[in-house]
């Protein structure tokens, strides 16, 4: 998993409520268990003007001139912003997949459906809570400024605005450790590869017959 400490990147204005998981990656996507390909199906149903189907080269769809990740100011966006409840509905990795495969590397919204905040922390995804009016500024600020970047620290758990404001956010001291050192539950469970090991060969010595 990548580590995140220290991101800078352009923000990208998601302005809708209650964005499901379905809205995210659709469900006639969801082919494979790889964790890459699923960027240039992110929002499928509102980044194209047609309906797209698995498998299929996506190069010559016609895109939404309206949607806000086709505008060529949002061009290369790393940090989206939302608005509440983000990523409800169903249970699915691939939805923070998508956005990691797209290019985002953090999401910033007032709250996020449980299941999704924890699915991004387990794939390099860093979710940021922040007041809805603190994020209602941030909007206002993106979309009145074009190439408005925002520079993301984990380490002192901050946000940087261009004008040089810091906005502190919260975020469970574990979850920080394993994206600072880009550690997955199997990367965790990795760290204790040599004790494992021991136990193993021990158990081959008490119980072979286990190993037969």
């Known amino acids: ?6 991101h800078t990147g352009i923000a990208a204005p998601m302005d809708r409520a209650n964005v499901d998981t379905d809205m995210i990656i659709p469900k006639q996507f969801l082919k494979s268990i790889k964790r890459s390909g699923f960027g ?7 980044r194209y003007l047609d309906e797209g189907q698995p498998d299929a080269d996506n190069s010559g769809r016609p895109l939404n001139p309206e949607f806000v990740l086709n505008l060529p100011r949002y061009q290369g966006a790393s940090v989206l912003l939302a608005r509440e409840n983000f990523g409800c509905g169903s249970s699915r990795e691939h939805a923070p997949w998508a956005l990691d495969d797209f290019g985002f590397r953090a999401v ?7 299941i999704f905040y924890n699915n991004c922390f387990k794939n390099g995804l860093l979710p940021i809570v922040l007041d809805e009016r603190t994020v209602d500024r941030l909007f206002d600020e993106v979309q009145n400024n074009e190439g408005y970047q925002l520079t993301i620290d984990l380490e002192h758990r901050h946000v940087k605005t261009p004008s040089g404001d810091t906005i502190d956010f919260e975020v469970d001291e574990f979850r920080r450790h394993c994206l600072l050192n880009g550690l997955d539950d199997i990367g965790l469970t990795l760290q204790d590869a040599e004790a494992i090991r021991a136990y193993e060969q021990q158990r ?7 190993f037969r």
């Open 108 to 114: 910033i919204a007032p709250s996020f459906a449980d």
């Open 40 to 46: 240039p199906n992110l929002f499928d149903e509102l």
């Open 1 to 6: 998993m990548k580590s995140f400490t220290v």
């Open 204 to 210: 081959r010595q008490q119980a072979p017959w286990l």
